[in-house]
């Protein structure tokens, strides 16, 4: 298989104009990118006893998914606002390019279980961060966070390792 990084696409100006996008897609349609991909995830999360895998919308379900089958653990679908059906717990934030609101079922855990966050990539760290206040809020034990991609010109990374020790990204963008 060739490096990693390869099968991810490049859009530029994408959503907005300066954003470069880093598109998981391509990564998530091959085969073996995306059987490594989840390989490599569940690797470094496997001693850390994960009851529930926290994947936030809309990648983080797809590659939370994978992971949470492989480790064995339930999945919580962190969502956009509007989205999920019983009562939640609610958070906004500040994304790269915006504004957004992330929620969550106020029952999708109990006090103390053992959490681990998924997404596809960290930027700023604003959405991890939202997500992780939600688990914290509901008295989630953050054990782990794991993301395809880091964009540590950012900061993201740096930010979140202040909720959580353990904090893994599989590929790193510098520009
Ligand atoms: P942030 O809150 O700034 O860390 O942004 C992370 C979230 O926004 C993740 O859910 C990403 O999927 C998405 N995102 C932010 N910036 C990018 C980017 N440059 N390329 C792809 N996705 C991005």
Redesign the pocket.
Known sequence: MKDLKSYIRTVPDFPKDG?????VTTLFGNPAAFKHTVDALVAAFKNDRVQKVAG?EA??FILGGAVAHRLGAGFVPIRKEGKLPHQTVSET?T???GDATLEMHLDAFGAGDRILLI??????????EAALSLIERQGGDVVGCGFIVD?PG?G?SARVKAHCDHVVSLISFDD
């Open positions: 954003i470069a996008f880093r598109d936030i990648r983080g934030y994304l790269e390019y997404d596809d990539l960290i930027a700023t760290g604003g959405t991890a964009l950012l993201g």
